[in-house]
């Protein structure tokens, strides 16, 4: 059974960082490519950031510049690091893998950044 936990969220003033995590069990992922998308109250999800098996990386072009994903294989997790956080940031992020058709999301993590 594929599990996602992810964690890192909080509160930061506009400017600040948080580095995000997403520990995987049932799923190898360095074998996926996983996404990291969030939800802004009262907004559609939106994705922010790709990283493929092949360790190639994309991003939203509000992210671009500002926001990093990377995965760590020995501890089956990737990262989000969030760099010159504006509060349109704010929201839950989710981190999300497709296996065998089906998609996968963890329970989100909260990140809120005042201005």
């Known amino acids: 059974q594929v599990q996602l936990v992810e964690s890192g969220g909080g509160l930061v003033q506009a400017g600040g960082s948080l580095r995000l995590s997403c520990a995987a069990s049932?799923?190898?992922?360095?074998?996926?490519?996983v996404n990291w998308y969030r939800q802004a109250p009262g907004k559609q999800r939106e994705l922010v950031a790709t990283i493929t098996s092949g360790d190639s990386t994309n991003y939203a072009d509000s992210m671009k510049g500002r926001f990093t994903i990377s995965r760590d294989t020995a501890k089956n997790t990737v990262y989000l690091q969030m760099t010159s956080l504006k509060p349109e940031d704010t929201a839950v992020y989710y981190c999300?893998?497709?296996?065998?058709?089906?998609?996968?999301w963890g329970q989100g993590t909260q990140v809120t950044v005042s201005s």
């Open positions: 049932g799923v190898i992922f360095s074998f996926k490519p």
């Open positions: 999300n893998v497709i296996v065998r058709g089906l998609n996968y």
